[in-house]
């Protein structure tokens, strides 16, 4: 298995611009996260799913930031419009039901100007 | 103050040395990871806990409820041990969400 799967690994966008960032979790897993990391706050849960239904989402900053998982295979995380402040690397991992350790992307490292 | 403390921030040491590096926590939880971040910015997963001990090559993990408080051993420490080493709770039984330490940045040098 090629692990979980982020892409891309460094975006640069304009403030206000539309972001999507990708993941493929590993197959099999049945639960998939997403973080976000910055200097100021460290590492932060944003949202969680299990077999492609949300969860948890009230590590969502707001409105702006959405997630879907359409399918056991995908999921992404949009933010519209996007703002310096949400420069940060994100990162997705799944993992097998909550008793195993997780898997985690290599990231997204977001830049905002 | 965090819900999650570790200590120390920042850590040296020589190749060889035995590092110990300190988690304490204020919650009630389900689980405890401890997670290592490469200075390339890549996180693995190194153990879950919810009680006792763990072991894995040369890194050793324990835990007590009671105190709140787990502890990450590393024997016999070598230069790519450098990383940066996190600390993460689990609240409940029915949730995985986490609460993060700050980390703690060790650099072993040869």
């Known amino acids: 298995d090629a692990g979980v799967i982020q892409s891309p690994r460094h975006e640069v966008t304009e403030m206000g611009q539309e972001v999507t960032l990708r993941c493929k979790p590993i197959s099999g897993h049945d639960y998939l996260f997403w973080y976000r990391q910055t200097m100021m706050r460290g590492l932060e849960l944003l949202i969680y799913?299990?077999?492609?239904?949300?969860?948890?989402d009230s590590g969502m900053p707001e409105d702006r930031f959405s997630a879907k998982m359409p399918n056991a295979s995908f999921s992404t995380l949009k933010i519209q419009p996007s703002e310096p402040r949400d420069s940060a690397v994100y990162f997705c991992?799944?993992?097998?039901?909550?008793?195993?350790?997780?898997?985690f992307g290599s990231g997204t490292r977001l830049t905002v100007v | 103050k965090n819900e999650v403390e570790q200590s120390p921030q920042n850590l040296t040491a020589q190749e060889g040395e035995f590092i110990t590096i300190n988690c304490s926590y204020s919650?009630?939880?389900?689980?405890l990871h401890w997670l290592q971040q490469h200075p390339g910015g890549g996180i693995v997963s190194l153990f879950m806990l919810s009680s006792g001990k763990k072991k894995h090559g040369r890194l050793i993990a324990t835990i007590n409820i009671q105190e709140k408080h787990s502890s990450l051993h590393i024997t016999a420490s070598h230069p790519r041990d450098s990383a940066v080493y996190i600390c993460a709770v689990r609240l409940g039984l029915n949730t995985d969400k986490l609460i993060f330490g700050t980390g703690t940045r060790l650099q072993v040098f040869p």
């Open positions: 799913f299990n077999n492609n239904v949300p969860i948890d």
């Open positions: 919650v009630g939880i389900s689980a």
């Open positions: 991992a799944s993992s097998f039901g909550l008793n195993y350790g997780y898997t």
